[in-house]
């Protein structure tokens, strides 16, 4: 799954707290929910930017799906509030399989309803798993459509055509037939693809404006870039609901704002920012703020994401094409300085490979062993070898809102060794469009990675299989990276049903490919999230990379 840039940005496996947060507080994944309080009230919610997508189909960054599947949708299963446990959500149970984990049935729970009262069928999930797959409803999770049997092929249900590979012999029976076993299939679906769409309310492209709520919460008003106004949806049943709270009466989201500012008014907390929250997470700038005042330090809650987030290389343009550019880049990279971007050893460690400790058992993987700081000497060499005259220039892609100390940290790392940046800044709503883009895509972009559940089918191949690279809408392989062997392998690590040993092969096949390098790793994000005074229940999430689990916050009214 990916993240916001700088942004960790696709889930953490285990409830990891930050251990090392330097006096930062730590939120507790085993906090009661119900310490929200009591219903009522209204959450604030300051954001600087507006979401890159709200349509379940196409929702595959951090945040964008905390928001979607914890107040405005569901899905067949879900993660328990500040956990990675997942439980039933739409569906009565985690699935059943009768042949090995190649056919899935679920059934759907008495009493699920819309926005407008009517129930929510089978056929619902069908039809939103079929229109993720459909060429205009791109940038969404791609799982579905390599799982299901003919989902490479299908292009989706608008010319009238169905999945056979999906059947709803009645409104509550739903199966998913795959073309290989799956046992992480009921982790699968709790991505939002597998959240009910009613195709009378589906308008395409536009039902990003205005997804139809079978979730706690329904769309009273949403000007794109400048407020959500999320309000009751009287027909959620909260019996049907072991998760969500739903506290808040009304949810306000605020886009457009400035982050010092949130920063600034958080810290004060008065008035309506009492029950704010800030959506983004806090930066290096941010918490020189925070931690030196006691009252707000107490209300960051910080976790640690379990992502990866990389430097990616643009394998279309030359010199990228080159693993010895690439490699000389990577030998370049002055970690240490884009780990101080990140705020220094509390916010950040150093990645080393793709895999993120949580997903390796805690071992530390590390093919090249550079120093942290780089080795310009040995940077110098590669690239002299590659053959390419200095001074090359390149474009990186950032965000626009963002202090973008990371990008700057990279552009003055290449320097040394004749690369000369241009730090190319788009708004953040538009960031993932243009990376996956394979026409306009810049030469080099920071990415971020994490896992959509514990197991490294959920990583790896979502970044490295060429079988799933298209024109545009890509995720994931935004490095366009090609390699029949390293799809043959994943196949391989896929028909192997023992955690053990795939976990062992994942971790292999890790090192592979940084051998040729695609990505660079640079840091293993740590998340601070400040809210007012009055938010009760903040709990980080470990799936969503830290970020608050919106399914139990709640305000003193």
């Known amino acids: 799954m990916k993240t916001m840039p700088k942004k960790l940005g696709l889930l953490a496996v285990a409830a990891l707290l930050c251990g090392a947060c330097g006096g930062v507080r730590q939120a507790s994944g085993d906090r009661p929910a119900e310490e929200g309080g009591t219903k009522g009230g209204t959450l604030t919610v300051l954001a600087i930017s507006d979401f890159g997508h709200l349509d379940p189909a196409r929702n595959w960054t951090m945040p964008d799906m905390m928001s979607g599947t914890r107040l405005i949708y569901r899905t067949l299963t879900t993660y328990k509030a500040g956990s990675s446990e997942i439980v039933p959500d ?58 299901l049997v003919g989902g490479t092929d299908y292009k989706g249900p608008y010319d009238g055509k169905s999945l056979d590979s999906i059947e709803t012999p009645d409104d509550k029976t739903i199966i998913f037939k795959l073309r290989r076993p799956a046992g992480e299939f009921p982790y699968t679906v709790t991505l939002t693809t597998f959240s009910p769409v009613p195709p009378a309310k589906d308008t395409k492209v536009e039902y990003d404006n205005r997804p139809f709520s079978s979730g706690p919460y329904k769309i009273e008003k949403y000007d794109r870039g400048k407020e959500l106004v999320l309000v009751r ?92 550019v690439r490699q000389a880049i990577h030998y370049a990279l002055d970690k240490e300085s884009v780990q101080t971007a990140m705020g220094g050893p509390n916010m950040a460690d150093i990645a080393t490979a793709y895999l993120p400790p949580a997903m390796t058992g805690g071992a530390r993987q590390d093919v090249y062993e550079i120093p942290p700081a780089g080795d310009v000497a040995k940077a110098r060499t590669l690239l002299a070898e590659s053959g390419i005259a200095t001074p090359l220039k390149v474009k990186l892609t950032a965000t626009t809102g963002s202090s973008n100390n ?113 990505q660079a790793p640079l840091y293993l994000e740590k998340r601070g999230y400040l809210v007012g005074k009055n938010v009760m229940g903040a709990v980080n999430h470990p799936v969503w990379a830290a970020q608050l689990d919106y399914a139990v916050i709640g305000v003193k009214k």
């Not at 008035?271 to 209300?299: C, H, M, N």
């Open 90 to 147: 739409l569906a009565t149970d985690l699935g059943t399989s009768a042949d090995g984990g190649t056919t899935w049935k679920f059934t759907l729970k008495d009493g699920l309803k819309y926005e407008d009262g009517t129930p929510i069928k089978a056929a619902d999930i069908k039809y939103n798993v079929e229109r993720s797959m459909s060429p205009d409803i791109s940038s969404g999770p791609d799982y579905a459509q390599k799982l």
């Open 233 to 324: 949806n009287e027909h959620w049943d909260p019996a049907t609901d072991t998760v969500r709270l739903a506290l808040p009466d009304r949810i306000h989201v605020k886009q457009g704002q400035d982050k010092d500012t949130v920063t600034d008014r958080l810290i004060a907390a008065s008035g309506a920012d009492a029950t704010a929250v800030a959506w983004g997470s806090a930066g290096p700038q941010s918490l020189s703020k925070i931690l030196p005042d006691p009252r707000a330090k107490e209300r960051l809650f910080t976790g640690v994401t379990g992502c990866t987030s990389t430097l990616v290389f643009n394998m279309n343009k030359k010199p990228l094409d080159d693993p010895k």
């Open 406 to 518: 990371v990008e700057v940290a990279i552009q003055e790392s290449l320097k040394k060794i004749g690369i000369e940046v241009e730090i190319n800044a788009v708004d953040g709503s538009v960031y993932y469009d243009l990376l996956g883009d394979q026409a306009k895509a810049d030469e080099m972009g920071v990415y971020g990675w994490c896992p959509d559940y514990p197991n490294g089918s959920s990583f790896l191949p979502p970044l490295f299989d060429s079988r799933g690279i298209k024109k545009t809408g890509n995720s994931g392989n935004v490095a366009y990276f090609k390699d029949a062997a390293i799809d043959k392998k994943i196949d391989d690590i896929y028909a192997i049903l023992q955690k053990d040993a795939s976990n062992k092969a994942w971790q292999e096949l890790d090192s592979q490919i940084m051998r040729q390098l695609p």
